[in-house]
């Protein structure tokens, strides 16, 4: 047995993966065998037995600057030599101190409460919002409205307002769910309607529901320009405008979702800039760490840290993770940002996203595709495809070729890493290119 082989075994006895049917991995069916990585480097991951993937997704969208990037892992060894962790609460450090500094002056949002993961950050978001309309002396407002198709992350706080039935049906008893409003995808567009018509037309049902609800709700939450869960689903710029006028309008808070979008992905250093408004509060994780540490971060202005600033320790943000501000995960950040200044990122990724974009021609105009599109470094296909284990099997033709890729639904999309190299881009382009014909003449084979 080889070593792959043997990680693979002490792997499924061992460990429960994420979000994975974990029989799909058992031996004897047609599945895709877990794939053990010993190190990863720029684009690549590299197994146990010579074998790489080039890492089309980007790690599930956290990876910016490629694997083991030598300025992210320095700062992360000086780092470890200084100060490892403390606790946040009474005490404080230099790395948390000018990572907020810096957020605050990249977004205009003063004020920097951190977490682990995205979903807490989700959460954190929603108990700021509702705890500031209660100190606010309206705790009616306290119910929260999503965008359908929405994903904000899996704990039962986010799931509230994650609107993906495959995520959300066995804990439904479990959720006190939010209020769904239409999603702005510009892929709704009906005959002779623009991507701006969908964006007003969805913005409109937005209004409608607050011109009722607004009493009672605290906060819409969205993922702006691009709901990437939901199979990259993209939508116009004028929609995040009208959503804060219509969240002023009706007083109520508007929380974005950046944590798939922001530090670079959609053509701005955050998604939002799109559009030139700013968020009541903004959620940010994957990106964040240049994808070496989970840290998340929830920014907010001035007024809602104002309504907890208070003599009554109860009005306070009485909320905590035990790894708060984690020196380390600061360090990567701050690395990151340095980064994306030093690499000036935003214009080199409009240059990479033209230069893959003409590489994915032949995808763009296959015959079997449907709205080809791309925001930045985000580019999505839509697959005329009836298989329900159509991304299934496109990944495992995918891994096949040395290519880590993996579709939502039937919708295959490329992430990667902002690094990737015109020879690298040609490789991604070509891979997935033969990945989805391979998969299209099993599904018309019968097979
Ligand atoms: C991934 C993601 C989350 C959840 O982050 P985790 O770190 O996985 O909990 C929330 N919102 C969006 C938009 C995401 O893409």
Redesign the pocket.
């Known amino acids: 047995m080889g070593l792959n082989d043997d990680w693979r075994r002490r792997s499924l006895a061992a460990v429960w993966h994420p979000c994975t049917q974990m029989k799909l991995h058992a031996e004897g069916l047609a599945a895709q065998p877990l794939i053990p990585v010993a190190r990863a480097e720029g684009v690549w991951l590299h197994d146990h037995e010579g074998r790489r993937y080039l890492d089309g997704i980007s790690s599930?969208?956290v990876n910016l600057f490629g694997h083991n990037h030598p300025a992210i892992r320095d700062a992360l060894v000086r780092q470890l030599h200084t100060l490892d962790h403390v606790m946040l609460a009474g005490f404080t450090h230099a790395p948390v101190v000018e990572l907020s500094e810096r957020l605050s002056a990249l977004t205009g949002l003063g004020h920097a409460f951190y977490g682990?993961?995205?979903?807490?950050?989700?959460e954190i978001a929603l108990k700021m919002s509702a705890h500031f309309w209660r100190n606010a002396g309206q705790p009616a407002k306290c119910r929260f409205v999503g965008i359908a198709g929405?994903?904000?992350?899996?704990?039962v706080g986010?799931l509230a307002v994650?609107d993906i039935a495959l995520f959300r049906e066995a804990y439904a008893p479990l959720v006190r769910l939010a209020a769904t409003v239409p999603s702005p995808d510009a892929r709704a567009a009906g005959e002779g309607e623009t991507a701006a018509d969908v964006a007003e037309r969805a913005a409109a049902a937005l209004d409608g529901w607050l011109a009722d609800h607004a009493d009672e709700t605290a906060a819409v939450i969205a993922?702006p320009l691009v709901?990437?869960?939901a199979g990259m689903a993209m939508h116009h710029p004028v929609y995040l405008r009208r959503l804060r006028e219509i969240c002023d309008q009706h007083r109520v808070h508007l929380v974005l979702?950046?944590?798939?979008?922001g530090f670079g992905r959609t053509g701005t250093l955050f998604a939002h800039f799109h559009s030139g408004i700013r968020p009541d509060f903004l959620?940010l994780?994957?990106g964040l760490t240049g994808g070496t540490l989970?840290l998340?971060a929830v920014l907010t202005t001035d007024e809602v840290f104002a309504a907890f600033y208070d003599d009554q320790v109860a009005r306070g943000f009485l909320h905590s993770h035990s790894y708060t501000g984690n020196p380390l995960a600061c360090r990567a950040a701050l690395a990151t940002l340095d980064l994306i200044e030093q690499t000036d990122a935003i214009a080199a990724n409009r240059a990479t996203s033209d230069r893959l974009w003409a590489q994915f021609a032949p995808l763009n105009g296959h015959a079997r595709v449907r709205h080809a599109r791309r925001q930045g470094m985000i580019f999505a296909w839509d697959v005329e495809s009836h298989r329900p284990d159509f991304a299934r099997r496109c990944a495992s033709h995918a891994l096949a070729r040395g290519l880590l890729l993996r579709p939502i639904g039937t919708t295959l999309y490329a992430m990667p890493p902002y690094v990737i190299s015109e020879e690298e881009g040609a490789f991604l382009a070509q891979g997935a290119l033969a990945a989805l014909d391979a998969t299209l003449a099993e599904e018309d084979h019968g097979l």
Do not use: L
């Not at 929405?150 to 704990?155: F, I, Q, R």
């Open positions: 599930w969208w682990s993961d995205g979903a807490s950050a989700t929405g994903y904000h992350g899996e704990t986010a994650t993922e709901q990437c869960a979702d950046e944590i798939a979008v959620c994780s994957k989970p998340s």
